[in-house]
């Protein structure tokens, strides 16, 4: 079964513009990861938070971690044509080692 | 070096062949995940190894779904009997020690298309 939801399902923004996803997860987590998939294909790893961090960035991606909220959020700053993909959060619940995925948030970036 | 490769790259088959899917993990990568992806869907844990053992299988769909990994390398998925719904893309990724509390790496994935 999927843990991780993701909110928007799509987004569409301009060249420039600020991206942002939000993942909600139900269980206790060791960690949370975010995934990029272009075209359907294999998935790139963009960042990993762990439980007891807050906040972590990686070039223009920004990722939060609210724990007592049991969400996360995705920052894409400055979009590209380049990003327009589908973003999957992934958690990594305590005590296991299966990771859950959500169903994704498809973005689409206009030139 | 190499990342995840998986092959063949696209399979069509016709319902109730058999199928198999291959993936060379990263060398020394220790785990070893299959996942299925349906269309517009996230993925779907089907099988974990660690090493040549599978201490996880709960994910496989059916026991049509098999698979298995020989010297801590290569994994073969094997599909008999196939359906209609198992057509998906099957994704394979590896990580350097057992468990996922780091990075996974994933191959390019399977698609597969059963008429």
């Known amino acids: 079964s999927q843990q991780g939801e993701e909110d928007p399902q799509a987004l569409s923004i301009q060249e420039g513009e600020n991206a942002t996803m939000n993942c909600s997860y139900k269980?206790?987590?060791?960690?949370l990861q975010w995934y990029r998939q272009n075209s359907g294909r294999g998935l790139v790893h963009l960042i990993l938070i762990r439980s007891n961090e807050r906040e972590k960035h990686s070039g223009r991606l920004r990722v939060t971690l609210d724990t007592s909220k049991k969400s996360s959020s995705l920052l894409i700053t400055a979009s590209r044509a380049a990003d327009t993909a589908s973003y999957f959060c992934?958690?990594?619940?305590?005590?296991?080692?299966?990771?859950?995925f959500g169903a994704g948030t498809t973005v689409t970036v206009r030139a | 070096g190499a990342g995840v490769s998986q092959s063949p790259s696209n399979k069509v088959t016709e319902k109730g062949k058999d199928v198999e899917l291959r993936c060379d993990p990263i060398?020394?990568?220790?785990?070893l995940y299959w996942y299925r992806q349906s269309l517009g869907q996230g993925l779907e844990f089907l099988i974990y190894f660690q090493g040549n053992s599978a201490p996880d299988k709960s994910g496989l769909p059916s026991d049509r779904f098999s698979a298995e990994r020989t010297g801590g390398s290569v994994s073969t998925l094997t599909i008999q009997r196939t359906q209609q719904e198992d057509s998906a893309v099957y994704l394979c990724?590896?990580?350097?020690?057992?468990?996922?509390?780091?990075?996974?790496?994933f191959g390019p994935g399977t698609r597969l298309l059963v008429l």
């Open positions: 992934a958690t990594l619940p305590v005590n296991d080692y299966k990771l859950s």
């Open positions: 990724a590896s990580s350097q020690w057992t468990g996922s509390r780091e990075t996974q790496y």
């Open positions: 060398s020394g990568h220790t785990a």
């Open positions: 269980t206790s987590i060791n960690n």
